[in-house]
Every structure is written in C-alpha cells, then in structure tokens.
C-alpha cells in the first residue's frame, strides 16, 4: 500500500511565498516522475510543475520563473516552492507520483489527498 501525503498549504498574502511537501510512504520499488497539480473551483484539474527521477522539470507556462519543483529520492519526498503568489493561483494542490511497489511489475499513478492554498489579502 502506497501513501502520498501533502503538506504546507494554508492562506498567503499576495506576493507571499509556500512550500508544499509530498511524501510517498509504503511498499515502493522506485519512483519515476513525480509531480504536482492544482484544482481550482469550477476548473479542471492541471499540471503545475514535474520532476522526473534524474531531475528534469517542466513548468506550466502561468508559473515559470515563480515556482521551483524538487525532490529528494532518498526521501521519496517532492517539494514545489511557490514565490510572487497571486490570486489566480488559489486552488487545492495535489501531489502525483508514478511509481512501482514491489507487488507489482508495472508503475501506476498515485495521488494525493490535496492541500489548499489560497491567495488574498
């Protein structure tokens, strides 16, 4: 069983910084990319920013140059540093990792509970 836990969202001003933190727990093999996404109400859920195991990111265009994603595989843990904050970027942040367990031969998606984050002043 595979646990994916999320924490560090809460309530910033604009031009505020977080740190979110996701940690994957329980019977993993490996884990490829891992990566972070957001939901907004009314909206579609998207990426915001992937990491893959050597350390390749991609970035959605609305978050270059403020957002920084990173991981630490000695801790199965990926972190995404959000700076310059804005209202727009108020949503329920999920965390994402592809990986293996050792049941199994195949890596799937794995989820997240969620975390809010919210912008206002």
């Known amino acids: 069983q595979v646990q994916l836990v999320e924490s560090g969202g809460g309530l910033v001003q604009p031009g505020g910084s977080l740190r979110l933190s996701c940690a994957a727990s329980g019977s993993i093999f490996s884990i490829n990319a891992m990566g972070w996404y957001r939901q907004a109400p009314g909206k579609q859920r998207e990426l915001v920013a992937v990491i893959t195991s050597t350390g390749s990111t991609n970035y959605a265009d609305s978050v270059k140059g403020r957002f920084t994603i990173s991981r630490d595989n000695a801790k199965n843990t990926v972190y995404l540093q959000m700076n310059s904050l804005k209202p727009e970027d108020t949503a329920v942040y999920y965390c994402?990792?592809?990986?293996?367990?050792?049941?199994?031969?195949?890596?799937?998606?794995?989820w997240g509970q969620g975390t809010q984050v919210t912008v206002s002043s």
């Open positions: 994402n990792a592809d990986l293996r367990t050792y049941v199994s031969s195949w890596s799937y998606d794995y």
